[in-house]
């Protein structure tokens, strides 16, 4: 356990985490209420996320690795490879305090980010860029676009939502790098609760050869992709009754996330009252940063989230939006039912869900 000289240290150091946080990962950037870097390591990137003030200031929380802590264990793992003893010796001399007695000499080598931070860091503003590109490229999903008739297939009507989603777009010729050509596809954008641009998410598609006007996914291997980051972002798709950006949502609002985009429209179908957002992956649910006004969060999960790998990461994300004090509801189709698109799509409980709602 932790001692109270430790704790004390910790709490100096949050109280001036804006300026730790810039000393420690100077490769980073304020995004709201956080500091967000790529790693401990020093890496630029968006998995690590720092508060900076509040009653969370210097908790943090590496979404790619799972590693948490508050602000003296922030400055043990990124300068002494996890050292307390070390840590809090730079700590004292940082905060200008007097150093523990016998520990006056005690040398001090801190370790700084790797060399190949600048590397991987343009590498991967290429990938940011290129996606953005990608999806300024794409036309809006107006009334009668492939993408209108695809969901359209799945049971989404996208004309029955208060707003057509901003985040999706219908590209007509999106390289595929599996097809070895370009190809029809549905595009999303992902973005950062402060609004920044992350990547895109793609959805290839075709036209239905049984079904003239249909539109369903190609048939490739995976026809579903994403360039660019979503660790930590996500699709909006619904901003729900307050008709506000997320950066702006009302205290104690709710918010919605399902894992694929077609199963948080179908939500956004059902309930229009709800902020709905995708998640593009199970895994990343956990690590979607949230405003600090959203007082409750339903995880919205597919039926195979009953296996037990699906399940941990299900629990795993209730339980850090739980710390995070918020309150937590975990909502899943009935038996039977894929996901909640399938129910969307069920003619015998299309009413029922209607009526509910």
């Known amino acids: 356990m932790r001692g109270s000289a430790a704790r004390a240290l910790s709490e100096a150091l949050a109280a001036r985490m804006d300026a730790l946080a810039r000393e420690l990962l100077p490769a980073g950037h304020r995004a709201g209420r956080h500091w967000r870097c790529g790693s401990l390591a020093g890496e630029p990137g968006q998995s690590l996320a ?3 003030a509040g009653d969370m200031a210097g908790v943090w929380h590496d979404f790619a ?9 922030l400055v043990a793992q990124v300068l002494f490879k996890g050292e307390l003893r070390a840590a809090m010796d730079w700590a004292r001399r940082w905060l200008g305090l007097p150093v523990a007695p016998g520990r006056e000499a005690a040398p001090i080598t801190p370790r700084r980010p790797r060399a190949s931070a600048e590397t991987e860091s343009e590498a991967g503003k290429a990938r940011r860029r290129a996606a953005k590109a990608l999806f300024l490229e794409a036309r809006a999903a107006l009334p009668g676009s492939p993408v209108e008739a695809y969901l359209a297939g799945r049971g989404i009507a996208l004309e029955a939502l208060a707003r057509p989603p901003r985040a999706l777009r219908f590209h007509p010729a999106c390289p595929c790098l599996e097809a070895g050509r370009s190809l029809p596809a549905m595009v999303a954008a992902i973005v950062s609760p402060e609004g920044d641009f992350l990547g895109t998410h793609r959805t290839w598609l075709a036209p239905d050869p049984e079904t003239p006007g249909a539109w369903r996914k190609a048939a490739l291997r995976d026809p579903k992709k994403t360039l660019g980051s979503y660790a930590g972002g996500f699709i909006p798709l619904s901003r729900g009754g307050s008709g506000r950006p997320i950066r702006h949502a009302e205290k104690g609002e709710t918010v919605a996330i399902a894992e694929g985009i077609e199963t948080a429209l179908s ?3 059902a309930r229009p009252d709800l902020r709905v957002l ?4 199970l895994p ?3 690590r979607i940063l949230l405003p600090g006004a959203i007082g409750r969060v339903i995880l919205c999960a597919d039926n195979d989230a009953r296996n037990a790998r699906a399940a941990d990461l299900l629990t795993k994300a209730a339980r850090r939006f739980a710390e995070e004090g918020r309150e937590v509801l975990i909502a899943l189709p009935p038996e039977g039912f894929k996901d909640f698109n399938d129910v969307l799509q069920a003619p015998e409980t299309a009413g029922a869900e209607t009526a509910h709602d």
Request: proline residues 0%.
């Open 65 to 73: 690795t799972g590693e948490a802590g508050d602000a003296l264990d």
């Open 278 to 281: 995708a998640a593009v992956a």
């Open 284 to 286: 990343n649910m956990a």
């Open 50 to 52: 720092i508060n900076l």
């Open 267 to 269: 939500i956004a179908m």
